[in-house]
């Protein structure tokens, strides 16, 4: 679901996913390689994104994610669901 809320607002490659998800988290979340490029690849996999070589500022070359239709669709029920579930925990922190 991060990785999809993140490259819904731009594409970007992989190592500028995992800053934008620890910057935009105030610094509460990281993603560590080992866990990123195993979720891109299943994301591409699944439809729900897709990737592109591309050079960068520095002038490297690197894989650029973007989100699809599906992507976005998956994006949506996964908020859905994720806010269900986060309003359930409240409602039961709350009555405790």
């Known amino acids: 679901m ?8 731009q594409p970007l490659h992989g190592y ?3 800053q934008k998800i620890h910057l935009m988290s105030d610094e509460q979340l990281s993603v560590e390689e080992g ?6 690849q299943k ?6 994104g897709r990737a ?5 500022e520095t002038g490297r070359e690197v894989r650029e994610y ?5 992507g976005k669709k998956q994006l949506e029920e996964e908020l859905t669901e ?6 359930g925990i409240d409602t039961l ?4």
């Open 2 to 9: 991060l990785i999809l809320r993140v490259i819904s607002a």
């Open 16 to 18: 500028a996913i995992a």
């Open 35 to 40: 866990s990123l490029y195993p979720a891109l």
């Open 43 to 48: 994301l591409l996999l699944k439809g729900w």
């Open 52 to 56: 592109e070589w591309v050079t960068s």
């Open 66 to 70: 973007r989100i699809t239709a599906a």
């Open 82 to 87: 994720y806010r269900r579930m986060a309003r």
């Open 93 to 96: 922190l709350e009555n405790i």
